[in-house]
């Protein structure tokens, strides 16, 4: 009996892992996000102070700075970024 018990229990391990991965949901169709699926239009790419890249919508500025040296900035950037400092 002993050995009989062994083999009903393989066999309903077996059955249970079988149905398990059966009922796996599908997974869902992944989109991209809204910023890379729409093509980047009336904007232009700059090189920020902090060595990389942005993508902005509005005019360049010229600020004044605290110590009364001008900075040059884009404004209306990707990423919520209103004002970003440019590299000269």
């Known amino acids: 009996m002993y050995r009989s018990d062994v083999k009903i229990m393989k ?3 077996l059955a249970l892992l079988c149905s398990m991965s059966a009922a796996k ?6 989109q ?5 699926s729409q093509p980047a239009t009336k904007g232009r790419w700059y090189f920020a102070a902090n060595g990389h890249a942005v993508y902005c ?3 360049v500025m010229t600020l004044p700075q605290a110590n009364g040296d001008l900075q040059k900035v884009a404004t209306f950037c ?7 400092p440019l590299k000269d």
């Open 11 to 13: 066999a309903l391990t």
């Open 25 to 30: 949901p599908a997974q869902p169709v992944r």
């Open 32 to 36: 991209p996000s809204g910023h890379l």
């Open 57 to 59: 919508y509005g005019p």
């Open 78 to 84: 990707r990423d919520a970024q209103t004002v970003v």
